[in-house]
């Protein structure tokens, strides 16, 4: 079994930043496609950003130039980096793991822009 538990969420002003952490248990991490996704309240939950097991990566375009993923795989974790947040990017976060045609995730972590 895989546990993916995110930390790093709370409430900060528009234009503040946020780190958020995925820590994995398990021996898979290393070869996993991982990702950051989102859900708002009423809300489809939409991919924020991906990286590969090699370090590429990708970005919806809402978030572009503000967020970066990383992964640091001898440590098993992985980070969203959130610059220049702002109120739309209100949701709660959740960690995604992605081996051998399953998905795993976390529980989430609330981020709240607000003024």
């Known amino acids: 079994q895989v546990q993916l538990v995110e930390s790093g969420g709370g409430l900060v002003q528009p234009g503040g930043s946020l780190r958020l952490s995925c820590a994995a248990s398990?021996?898979?991490?290393?070869?996993?496609?991982m990702g950051w996704f989102r859900q708002a309240p009423g809300k489809q939950r939409e991919l924020v950003a991906r990286?590969?097991?090699?370090?590429?990566?990708n970005y919806a375009d809402s978030v572009k130039g503000r967020f970066t993923i990383s992964r640091d795989n001898a440590k098993n974790t992985m980070y969203l980096q959130m610059n220049s947040l702002k109120p739309e990017d209100t949701a709660v976060y959740y960690c995604?793991?992605?081996?051998?045609?399953?998905?795993?995730w976390g529980q989430g972590t609330q981020v709240t822009v607000s003024s």
């Open positions: 995604n793991a992605h081996f051998m045609l399953i998905n795993y």
């Open positions: 398990g021996t898979i991490f290393s070869r996993s496609l």
């Open positions: 990286i590969t097991t090699v370090g590429g990566s």
